[in-house]
């Protein structure tokens, strides 16, 4: 069997541990549904579109038969995505402190870090991109913070704490153990859903304190059904930065994490598998999360 290292993620092994998490055999999509001009983290992120490219009326060669086919454009951190370790720099000085006129890094493991100008093409990114991430199956475990505080959702850029990470495992009668993808509901699926701008502009999310909390306990992926899974604003990306370029802990956005809280499913055989699109800083995934 091939041997990964990509970041904190564990080598993908179909385990009889892992195999226990599976009770009934219930299967639950945690992606969302792909809108035509669907809300984007800014305007550097290009949305959703759609256009046919063969019509079945179209000649085909193919005769008698038909075909159809269409041309999707969008950015990569656009729906539900994972997020390559390449995503996101650290600006440092030469003393390896955080500077903001100092040199974007990237993760390079075991607390080292490379030069981000060093690693890009014009083909895109060269180190730790996207297609060098292996399968993911692991121990999903649902945080429905939302459920926690009694609401459908969280006030407008909320900042998730320590203290509500604590409050909802206590709830839910959940612990995080070693290897364990955390899966943060805030109840901002509907948001996007109804296009409301607040999914975008004021994303309630983990701050730092919940992002170390988390990582302390042994979580090794992180997810959430909004845009960036910490909270926004601030725009200084602290917990990306911490979990990404410090930790080797990559990100799961935009999930639709609904149902699984409305079956107080909290604990999961999770599975994702990244597309191997070289260069690119991350891949659109559809998550499944077998109960």
């Known amino acids: 069997m091939r ?15 892992l195999l226990g998490l599976v009770k ?43 075909a159809a086919a269409e041309v999707i454009r969008m950015s990569i951190h ?19 402190d955080v500077d903001p006129d100092g040199e974007p890094r990237l993760y390079a493991g075991a607390g080292e870090t490379v030069a981000a100008r060093d690693h890009v093409t014009s083909a895109g990114q060269t180190h730790l ?4 991430m292996p399968p993911i ?44 993808a955390a899966l943060v509901r805030t109840g901002s699926h509907q948001l996007l859903l109804a296009g409301d701008p607040v999914y975008r502009d004021a994303q309630t999310g983990l701050n730092l304190e919940a992002a170390q909390f988390l990582v302390a306990k ?4 992180v997810g959430a059904d909004n845009m960036a899974v910490e909270a926004m604003p601030p725009m200084d990306h602290s917990v990306h930065r911490f979990l990404l370029v410090n930790n080797g ?15 107080r499913c909290y604990e999961f055989l999770l599975i994702i598998a990244p597309l191997k699109l070289t260069g690119a800083t991350g891949s659109w995934v559809n998550p499944l999360a077998i109960a």
């Open 3 to 17: 041997a990964f290292a990509y970041g904190k993620l564990p080598a993908p092994r179909l385990t009889p541990a």
């Open 24 to 66: 009934t055999g219930a299967v639950y999509s945690l992606g969302v549904d792909f809108q035509e001009g669907m809300l984007t983290p800014g305007a550097a992120m290009k949305s959703y579109s759609i256009a046919p490219h063969l019509r079945h009326s179209d000649p085909s060669a193919i005769s008698p038969g038909t």
């Open 78 to 96: 656009v729906g539900t995505h994972i997020d390559a370790l390449c995503h996101i720099a650290e600006k440092r000085n030469a003393e390896g």
């Open 129 to 132: 991109s996207i297609e060098q």
């Open 137 to 180: 199956l692991m121990r999903g475990l649902l945080l429905d913070v939302a459920g926690y505080k009694d609401v459908a959702t969280l006030p407008p850029a909320y900042a998730i704490g320590a203290d509500d990470i604590r409050g909802t495992l206590e709830k839910q009668g959940s612990r995080i153990l070693a290897d364990t």
């Open 218 to 221: 042994g979580m090794t992926l």
């Open 249 to 263: 802990i990559t990100h799961v956005e935009n999930l639709n994490l609904d149902e699984l809280a409305a079956d």
